[in-house]
């Protein structure tokens, strides 16, 4: 059988998984033309442009991966088990000592403590290590021309030809995620933006490899995301039995000193704090009441960073084991 070209394996990967969605080949060069135009009135030069889009094509892996992606199935235990474990502590504090000077300065900027900034760094991309290889127009490219969402991915893509036309990385370099999530916190085009900092003044904001961008740019995000530093995140907390499930969740929120009425303890079973603050009750496992937390106003900042439950525990979890 002769070899396919890439091109038609992704023709055939949309006729079997979207019906109806924009085909590849010439189809995707001429969309490609009305990007390049659009890109153009924004202001994107054409040096650029011709760098950003050289041999580009559709990626069919990328597709695949949106079309499948799988149902979360790790049970809360288990997910905890795989992203708060003990080497991850390890190499934490490891991280947190060795980098004490630069998050202290980034810490008294952005009134964010070190050890959040450093937790979220190892839960995106494990300290830095695993930050994804697909290029990152090539796969903007593809879901924004595939349909489904493609209107979404496009005003991505016109942000990273952006982030490109500006400086602060060369295109060929500009590797991420198979959506488009980028550098070691994993941000999108647009979180980019938004938060990227250029905290070392050299005239890049590099969240690929500069640590001090990459640490200033997650403390800015927690920062204009409402972050206060002088709470914490949450803790684990018990209930009493036959508790009513449906007092958990991100809302309702209840004063401490409420919770405290309806029996909720801190886990070993101790009082909550005297601090009258305002508080959720969450049962990430969905299933089951069992664990549950008490999750103050920082938790739901987290959660405007990822929306899981699970991710936004284990980041408040990580950063305990961290102090």
């Given amino acids: ?47 650029t442009l011709d760098a950003a889009f050289k041999g580009v094509e559709p990626i069919g892996r990328v597709i695949e991966l949106d079309r499948r992606q799988p149902e979360f199935t790790l049970t809360f235990k288990k997910y905890m088990q795989r992203v708060v474990n003990d080497r991850r502590v390890r190499i934490g504090k ?9 998050l202290a300065e980034i810490s008294k900027k952005y009134r964010v403590q070190p050890r959040f900034i450093v937790a979220l760094w190892a839960i995106e991309t494990d300290f830095g290590r695993i930050t994804g290889g697909f290029p990152v127009i090539a796969s903007l490219a593809t879901l924004a021309h595939d349909g489904r969402r493609s209107k ?20 060929s370099d500009m590797k991420g995620s198979w959506a488009g999530a980028m550098g070691q916190n994993q941000f999108m085009p647009s979180s980019f933006q938004a938060y990227a900092v250029d905290h070392d003044g050299d005239g ?8 001090p961008d990459v640490f200033a740019s997650i403390a800015n995000y ?20 036959n508790f009513d499930p449906k007092m958990t969740g991100r ?9 405290s009425a309806l029996g909720v303890r801190k886990a070993d079973g101790g009082a909550l704090p005297s601090r009258d603050l305002a508080a959720s009750l969450i049962s990430p496992e969905k299933k089951s009441l069992e664990p549950v937390f008490i999750a103050y106003h920082n938790y739901h900042v987290i959660l405007r960073w990822n929306r899981s439950d699970y991710f936004a525990v284990a980041v408040g979890t990580l950063s305990d084991r961290l102090r």
């Fill in 204 to 211: 890049a904001k590099d969240i690929w490899g500069t640590l």
């Fill in 94 to 102: 490891q991280k947190l000592a060795e980098h004490r000077e630069l």
């Fill in 222 to 241: 927690l920062s204009k995301s409402g972050w206060r530093d002088d709470l914490t995140w949450g803790r684990p907390a018990s209930i009493p039995a």
């Fill in 1 to 47: 059988m002769s070899r396919l070209s890439a091109a038609l394996v992704f023709s055939l990967i949309l006729t079997c998984l979207s019906p109806g969605a924009a085909s590849a080949g010439e189809e995707f060069s001429t969309w490609l033309k009305g990007v390049r135009a659009e890109a153009r009135s924004k202001g994107i030069s054409e040096a």
């Fill in 251 to 259: 809302k309702p929120m209840k004063s401490l000193s409420e919770w």
């Fill in 152 to 171: 979404f991915f496009r005003k991505e893509l016109m942000l990273a030809l952006g982030i490109i036309d500006q400086g602060h990385i060369a295109a």
